[in-house]
């Protein structure tokens, strides 16, 4: 079946707003299932042209099997950047939907701002594309659930940019937390610190957007606050505005607490407890500075394994703009940013890190058992895979059906941080429970023109 036309595309976007449920049937009903031939070249196209997406770009340019065919940006220095480089093949775009209804694109990167990952993602599986997105995947619950179930509705695949994953470190401490050494573990603690102090990210004193700078579309569907800058710069600083992403929270999180996920094989939580704020930072951003989460795992949350206690287990996270202290991984004491993840076991306690991780027994708990062999194959990159998934349409390991796992605890804290009280959550339904005014604030509210597609909320 063909694709659907760019004029076909548009049309159906516009007469709702520019979304969904019109573009979702003209789109789907077009969608040409594509058979790869191992001669095919892979079309891949970049929505958001800043450092990430151009580092993910380049991770998948540099394979002989891709070809670059689409840059799109609202800054026009940043797309033409992009273009430049592949300057025989790439077209510069301004409206990442004018993009999504070109033929000459299979698949796209969306390395835009956290606040319009949900939407750009969910109009990629309609138009037909694969898609790469990079994390934090969403922002609200609902937009976690309607990502994961639009690319299931229209057969796309996708990954989730969590590079950490692939790393053969994460690989041995699964293994090590998989084959019981530890014992059970009934808590694991989870950091990511850095010190800002005293200015922050500073203050601005230029508020007017650049020559041909799109802000009302750079803003989208969350608010269209001032423009400021810094917050353009790049994603560090935009981890300081809330409405844009959410804080360092949706930021880091999902690289660090996707090791004890992965490893234990942890669903949804059942309470989510969160605090924090931004107490001692001045500068020209609003997000919190301290942020500390309780993420409590039932039984109806867990899959039984040597190392998951039937009765559940607590997750901690706790994240500090203000002072940069790493406990044993700390280090040498310059400030700098440091992480780290603690797995309590009741024969003994391992940490670690991106690049490394010890072992510290409980007395002479852990004496004659042996360090598991390598079982968990290497990745051959992330981007590599996602490329190889999209031949064989198979889903990769950090598809939005694993990530969303990861995603869910994430952006549940940060309605607990904004509601002020926990959460608690039904792992089999997908829904809050016995609090309504957090279940309607976990759907959101898109600005005009922008709505959010709730038909894609059930699965």
């Known amino acids: 079946m063909s694709r659907s036309t760019r004029r076909e595309f548009i049309r159906n976007t516009a007469a709702l707003g520019a979304v969904g449920v019109a573009a979702a049937k003209a789109a789907s009903a077009q969608t040409r299932r594509k058979r790869w031939s191992p001669n095919d070249r892979i079309h891949v196209g970049l929505i958001g042209c800043g450092g990430m997406g151009r580092a993910n770009l380049g991770a998948c340019a540099s394979h002989p099997d891709v070809v670059v065919t689409g840059a799109c940006d609202v800054w026009p220095e940043r797309r033409e950047a992009v273009v430049a480089e592949h300057p025989t093949t790439c077209k510069p775009y301004a409206d990442y939907r004018d993009m999504l209804a070109a033929d000459d694109i299979d698949a796209v990167i969306i390395a835009t701002l956290p606040h319009w990952h949900a939407l750009q993602a969910i109009h990629a599986c309609e138009a037909g594309k694969d898609l790469y997105i990079q994390k934090p995947m969403t922002l609200h619950l609902g937009e976690s659930l309607a990502v994961r179930n639009a690319v299931k509705k229209h057969g796309r695949i996708s990954q989730v940019g969590t590079q950490i994953h692939a790393s053969e470190n994460y690989r041995r401490v699964v293994e090590l937390i998989r084959s019981g050494n530890l014992g059970k573990v009934g808590v694991v603690r989870t950091f990511h610190v850095m010190n800002q102090m005293p200015g922050g990210i500073g203050h601005s004193t230029d508020n007017t957007p650049p020559k041909g700078f799109d802000w009302d579309m750079w803003c989208g569907?969350?608010?269209?606050?001032?423009?400021?800058?810094?917050?353009?710069?790049?994603?560090?600083?935009?981890?300081?505005?809330?409405?844009?992403?959410?804080?360092?929270?949706?930021?880091?999180?999902?690289?660090?607490?996707?090791?004890?996920?992965?490893?234990?094989?942890?669903?949804?939580?059942?309470?989510?407890?969160?605090?924090?704020?931004?107490?001692?930072?001045?500068?020209?951003?609003?997000?919190?500075?301290?942020?500390?989460?309780?993420?409590?795992?039932?039984?109806?949350?867990?899959?039984?394994?040597?190392?998951?206690?039937?009765?559940?287990?607590?997750?901690?996270?706790?994240?500090?703009?203000?002072?940069?202290?790493g406990f044993d991984l700390h280090g040498d004491p310059e400030p700098r940013r440091r992480l780290g993840i603690y797995f309590h076991g009741s024969n003994g306690t391992l940490y670690s890190d991106y690049g490394m991780h010890k072992v510290m027994p409980e007395g002479t708990r852990m004496d004659g058992l042996v360090t598991p062999e390598p079982s968990i194959p290497p990745s051959p990159g992330h981007e590599r895979e996602w490329l190889d998934c999209i031949r064989t349409r198979t889903q990769p390991s950090c598809s939005v059906f694993y990530h969303v796992k990861l995603d869910v605890p994430v952006v549940l804290s940060l309605l607990s941080l904004k509601l002020g009280r926990t959460i608690r959550f039904d792992p089999k339904t997908e829904q809050i429970v016995e609090d309504k005014k957090a279940a309607q604030a976990a759907i959101p509210e898109y600005r005009d023109p922008w709505r959010f597609p709730k038909e894609y909320l059930r699965a």
Not at 264 to 284: C, F, K, M, N, V
Not at 297 to 323: D, H, R
């Open 221 to 325: 569907p969350a608010e269209l606050g001032a423009y400021n800058s810094i917050l353009v710069q790049n994603a560090y600083n935009h981890s300081s505005w809330m409405a844009y992403s959410g804080g360092w929270t949706p930021g880091m999180a999902p690289h660090i607490i996707d090791l004890p996920i992965w490893a234990l094989e942890l669903g949804y939580p059942s309470e989510i407890t969160s605090a924090g704020g931004r107490y001692l930072l001045e500068d020209d951003g609003d997000a919190y500075d301290t942020h500390d989460v309780l993420w409590r795992y039932t039984p109806e949350g867990l899959t039984p394994g040597a190392a998951v206690p039937k009765g559940g287990l607590t997750m901690q996270w706790w994240t500090s703009l203000t002072n940069s202290y």
